[in-house]
T-cell receptor, first 111, second 113 residues
Framework: TQLLEQSPQFLSIQEGENLTVYCNSSSVFSSLQWYRQEPGEGPVLLVTVVTGGEVKKLKRLTFQFGDARKDSSLHITAAQPGDTGLYLC???????????FGKGTLLTVNP | NAGVTQTPKFQVLKTGQSMTLQCAQDMNHNSMYWYRQDPGMGLRLIYYSASEGTTDKGEVPNGYNVSRLNKREFSLRLESAAPSQTSVYFCASERTGRNQPQHFGDGTRLSIL
């Protein structure tokens, strides 16, 4: 059972466009993390959101945690080729150390 | 700082061979993890170690064993490799505490023929 569903699975856009990717679940998470993974490398943390309704901004990236802490979104403004990569969301429950990862959204930004 | 170091980076095995994937971290983290990443499947947890001396099964432990040799090192062993274990394997470490990030190595790409 996949607890975290990410959509879309693939996204190819032109430089300068805006985009939103989604991470949805029927389960409540105590926190949710977003990672970006580039080819040949491991995932790198972008942000952690912990409070329902929380919005965090990282330059052109805006992350939102749903009010019920079951879903999250990542919005990128004016995408650049350097944003290309696999975006993974991962949820944690309670004091359990384990993260549950979604399958990821593979983003390609064309020059 | 090297962070999380995985060796080897690439490996090709024949069915039935055994091998050990090595992972070491220099951040003094208590928790360490082994994941496999397959196309369309995301990251799936194989085993984890919440602290030195403890290990626990994750989502897909069958066919694997682990050893937390000390605080720095966490190895993953395939006793009798099968083609279904062809994958990219990632090791990660994490400081104890709520909402801590996991720090990943660059992966071991393993092909089993």
């Amino acid at each position: 059972t996949q607890l975290l569903e990410q959509s879309p699975q693939f996204l190819s856009i032109q430089e300068g466009e805006n985009l939103t990717v989604y991470c949805n679940s029927s389960s409540v998470f105590s926190s949710l993390q977003w990672y970006r993974q580039e080819p040949g490398e491991g995932p790198v943390l972008l942000v952690t959101v912990v409070t329902g309704g929380e919005v965090k901004k990282l330059k052109r990236l805006t992350f939102q945690f749903g009010d019920a802490r079951k879903d999250s979104s990542l919005h990128i403004t004016a995408a650049q080729p350097g944003d290309t990569g696999l975006y993974l969301c991962a949820g944690a429950k309670g004091s359990n150390y384990k993260l549950t990862f979604g399958k990821g959204t593979l983003l390609t930004v064309n020059p | 700082n090297a962070g999380v170091t995985q060796t080897p980076k690439f490996q090709v095995l024949k069915t039935g061979q055994s091998m050990t994937l090595q992972c070491a971290q220099d951040m003094n983290h208590n928790s360490m993890y082994w994941y496999r990443q397959d196309p369309g499947m995301g990251l799936r947890l194989i085993y984890y170690s919440a602290s030195e001396g403890t290990t626990d099964k994750g989502e897909v432990p069958n066919g694997y064993n682990v050893s937390r040799l000390n605080k720095r090192e966490f190895s993953l062993r395939l006793e009798s490799a099968a083609p279904s274990q062809t994958s990219v394997y990632f090791c990660a470490s994490e400081r104890t505490g709520r909402n801590q990030p996991q720090h990943f190595g660059d992966g071991t790409r393993l092909s089993i023929l």
